[in-house]
């Protein structure tokens, strides 16, 4: 009897639980004029009716659908802020606006001009079998882009580059070239606003000189010199033999990059810094970084192109009048072969790489493709050519050197005991119809594809060179040793008072000794 009257106790309990919680999922929402009881019979009959698979993902969606089925409501949907796609899209309506159309909306028909504007949806096709690139929607608007850039400058050729991924924004980098004559204004003007800023502080340092002079006539100098400043290439050579153009987003202004100075390169070489979108964000970093990111970012352009921008063997040639030079000069010029027939996908995807070749001039330790003495230099200018003859024991520095145009791609050192490039085919199945593809294990993103006479070169990524090891900061320089502790700087104890007396006491006696002494003396010569 005991037992039968517990279990009905608990069991009486559990009712009146149940009791509760169904009064309470029963109570009517004064919103939705619903309650959740009746909604969750019709959600879970609405699950068990169709069956759906991973029906707990689609718990919430079906939740939902059931609430804007009810009469005279709307469907449920998310509030969402669609400020920055609306100005987005008024960025983008800009490329699709065509100038001089006619007022009953007929556009003009252009005749058939020639334009430096690539077929770039046609190099987008064959991109897309090599498993590189942007979506055709993103690729249209570069190509609009770029044919915006093309009716506002006097340009001769341009090239979609690649895309540089940022932290905030990303980079579309337009490579040009100006036609002939047309950028050197520019430049002069570029030239002389940058040597104003350089000059100007230097007047200003002599006359302070100048005026505290007679002040610091006895202070010491230092002999110490900095290094000679080694001067950037002039524009269409070397690493500043293309200009380049960036945007963060198609339909926005292009934004030209300046010349790349050694002294960038240098640095970019020692750094890893991720771009965040903002050309004139400041990279701190050691070592020091000479610029902003606009610097940065030119400076990685011309070490991936240097490192990246490959053509099939045998495409480009040099001039008949270069071949009668001497081997140790360095060649920056060439001209396509007319007679180039193409190579076959068989020697083009061939492991060996023998019938690849750098277009790109290598970029020296330096920072320049074409090594500068800086001893010359110096020599060349007239106000120190006294100094320097009483040195005459500077080394000459040993002339840097390096792969020449056109080098084959074979003799890249490897990456991470990896060649430096992998080659592969866009079809296994179908080789007749495929095409080559070049992959660069050292600048992950750089892509290279060739077929017939058809060849591009395109980098999508972050702008970092492979590092198999964690990338490690250079540790800074080591601390200045102090000044060497001698007797003339050495400090000691100030004496107490019992000591001075005592030095005054000896010292007095001394006095009195040395004046009896005299006395002594002078007694003597009276005497004799």
């Known amino acids: 009897m005991n037992t039968l009257s517990g279990s009905l106790t608990v069991n009486g309990k559990m009712q009146e639980e149940i009791d509760k919680a169904k009064a309470f999922l029963l109570k009517t929402s004064s919103a939705s004029k619903k309650n959740l009881y009746d909604h969750l019979g019709e959600v879970l009959s609405k699950i068990l009716d169709e069956r759906p698979k991973h029906c707990v993902d689609i718990f919430e969606d079906i939740s939902k659908g059931i609430k804007g089925k009810t009469e005279g409501t709307q469907e449920v949907q998310d509030i969402v802020d669609d400020k920055e796609s609306k100005e987005l899209a008024e960025v983008h309506q800009k490329l699709f606006e065509k100038d001089g159309d006619g007022e009953g909306g007929e556009p003009e028909v252009e005749e058939d001009v020639e334009t430096p504007l690539p077929d770039l949806m046609n190099l987008v096709f064959f991109f897309e079998q090599a498993g590189i690139g942007l979506s055709r929607e993103e690729m249209f608007r570069v190509f609009l882009a770029l044919k915006q850039l093309v009716d506002s400058k006097p340009l001769q050729m341009v090239r979609f580059w690649g895309k540089v991924f940022g932290i905030e924004c990303n980079y579309y980098i337009a490579e040009v070239e100006y036609r002939e004559g047309e950028e050197e204004e520019e ?81 970019a070489r020692c750094i890893k810094k991720f771009f965040t979108g903002r050309l004139d964000a400041p990279i701190t970093s050691y070592p020091p970084f000479p610029g902003n990111e606009l610097n940065y970012l030119r400076a990685q352009i011309a070490r991936i192109s240097a490192g990246t921008h490959i053509s099939p063997s045998g495409y480009y040639m040099f001039e008949e009048e270069e071949e009668d030079e001497e081997e140790d000069e360095v060649r920056d010029s060439y001209m396509i072969n007319i007679d180039y027939e193409g190579i076959s996908l068989r020697e083009l995807a061939d492991p060996a790489l023998h019938n690849w070749v750098h277009h790109m001039q290598h970029i020296l330790p330096q920072g320049r493709c074409v090594w500068h003495n800086p001893v010359e230099k110096a020599e060349d200018d007239f106000e120190e050519e006294e100094e320097e003859e009483e040195k005459e024991d500077v080394e000459e520095p040993k002339p840097e050197s390096g792969p020449q145009l056109l080098t084959s791609i074979a003799e890249d050192e490897a990456v991470n005991d990896l060649p430096a490039w992998t080659p592969t085919v866009s079809s296994e199945l179908l080789p007749q119809y495929g095409l080559a593809i070049m992959r660069s294990n050292r600048w992950a993103g750089a892509v290279a594809f060739a077929k017939d006479r058809k060849f591009e070169n395109i980098y999508i990524g972050w702008g970092h060179k492979f590092d198999a090891d964690n990338y490690t900061p250079p540790p800074p320089p080591a601390l200045m040793e102090e000044y060497p502790v001698v007797p003339q700087v050495t400090e000691v104890d100030d004496p107490t008072a019992e000591e001075e007396q005592a030095l005054k006491r000896a010292q007095q006696e001394a006095m009195e000794a040395a004046e009896e002494m005299d006395d002594v003396d002078d007694d003597e010569e009276d005497d004799d």
Not at 236 to 257: C, D, H, I, S, Y
Request: aromatic share 4%.
């Open 187 to 267: 430049e002069e003007e570029e030239e002389q606003g940058e040597g104003e800023t350089e000059e100007q502080p230097k007047e200003e340092d002599k006359g302070e000189e100048d005026e505290e002079g007679g002040e610091e006539d006895d202070a010491p100098k230092s002999d110490w010199k900095p290094p000679p400043v080694i001067p950037k290439e002039e524009n269409r050579t070397g690493t500043n033999k293309r200009t380049f153009f960036a945007t963060t987003e198609p339909g926005k202004p292009w934004v030209k990059l300046p010349p790349v100075t050694p002294a960038q390169i240098v640095a």
